[in-house]
């Protein structure tokens, strides 16, 4: 069955307050949405990225998905990896993949009928989430508001920003154990900002003094000795994690190699789509480590349920937030998990083009 036409455009959603962790601040998310067709079905795709990602899904959709098998997925993953040699298929070539691939696998499931998690094997009913947001760019009001009403919702485990202000982190990360309580699991993720010695030190001062139990990035991800430094000598009860930024499964395998993680983590929207995210999965589980999805909450959903090794999806508050705004079939937590809505064929989302045209922003 061959893929007939697609499309692929771009959104720039302002956020609801400026956000900002350890390196980077930003006011506005791009959303690249991917449509592909085939026997009168359309399958979803997307990610999140630059404007200049959805040309390149154009030319990717345009010289190689029409006119293939929607069915020889595999085949038509490696052929548009191959042909991005020349301009380079990490960053934002690695986006633009993704969210053809994750098109495919949607076309796919909705050509069947049946729900996405249902082609891919189905390994839990639901995905536990955690609430990820605590800005650096948030006053301690701000940072309150968003972690308690989390805690009202039900979610266990909340995950913030540090790294800014290197002076400030302990003190704001007081500010958020104390909007949580004693019960709720605190994560902190500095993005890289940190130097080796200084993460290390903050790794055993989050954990002693603040309950600490997920270091996320304290160093960049790139380097890996600096990684496997922290997971040797970090305190006990603190998971290192990352991988967010492994946009091949050779990056994603060489940190394993390094083990210089506790928890991988992988993005579906970076990694390669539905294709790559499952490799991932099945590389944390031959090591055995356990697998943590990074942001886009609604596109990881059956993904997560698909994955053996899963420890919890990541409820990232921009993404979310968007998810919620314009996709029919948004799922929100209940006690703490996402679940699947298995009457509705693929990923169960479909888009609200209408709604999202204000935000147009294509090139």
């Known amino acids: 069955m061959k893929i007939d036409r697609g499309t692929a455009t771009s959104y720039a959603i302002p956020t609801d307050a400026p956000e900002a962790d350890g390196t980077f601040g930003w006011h506005s998310t791009t959303l690249i949405v991917v449509e592909l067709q085939a026997e009168g079905a359309t399958g979803l795709g997307y990610t999140y990225s630059h404007p200049v990602t959805a040309p390149l899904c154009r030319d990717l959709i345009d010289k190689i998905a029409v006119g293939s098998d929607v069915w020889q997925s595999a085949d038509l993953f490696h052929r548009m990896r191959v042909s991005q040699r020349n301009y380079g298929r990490e960053g934002i070539g690695a986006t633009a993949l993704s969210a053809v691939d994750v098109a495919v696998w949607d076309l796919k499931a909705r050509l069947l009928g049946k729900p996405l998690v249902a082609l891919l094997g189905q390994a839990h009913g639901s995905a536990p989430v955690y609430g990820s947001g605590g800005f650096t760019a948030y006053n301690d009001a701000q940072l309150t508001a968003q972690f308690a009403g989390w805690v009202e919702q039900g979610i266990p485990r909340m995950k913030m920003k540090v790294g800014t202000d290197s002076n400030d982190d302990l003190r704001r990360v007081s500010v958020a154990r104390k909007a949580i309580g004693d019960k709720t699991e605190l994560f902190v ?55 967010e930024y492994g946009w091949t499964d050779m990056y994603l395998r060489n940190m394993l ?107």
Request: aromatic residues 8%; glycine residues 8%; charged residues 25%.
């Open 189 to 243: 993720d500095a993005n890289g900002a940190y130097a080796r010695k200084q993460a290390l030190d903050f790794a055993h001062r989050f954990r002693h003094e603040y309950g600490v139990t997920w270091f996320e990035e304290p160093v960049s991800s790139d380097d890996l000795r600096g990684m496997k430094l922290l997971r040797d000598n970090g305190p006990d009860g603190l998971e290192i994690a990352a991988g």
């Open 257 to 363: 190699d390094a083990e210089a993680v506790d928890v991988l983590q992988a993005d579906a929207t970076r990694c390669g789509g539905v294709t790559g995210f499952m490799a991932a999965s099945a590389m944390a589980e031959a090591h055995p480590l356990p697998f943590s999805a990074h942001c886009a909450p609604s596109l990881h959903l059956h993904l997560a349920c698909a994955s053996r090794p899963l420890r919890h999806v990541e409820y990232f508050h921009d993404h979310a937030r968007i998810e919620r705004m314009l996709f029919d079939g948004f799922r929100e937590p209940v006690n703490g998990a996402m679940s699947p809505d298995l009457t509705r064929p693929g990923l169960g989302l479909d888009f609200k083009r209408q709604d999202a045209e204000q935000f147009r922003d294509d090139i």
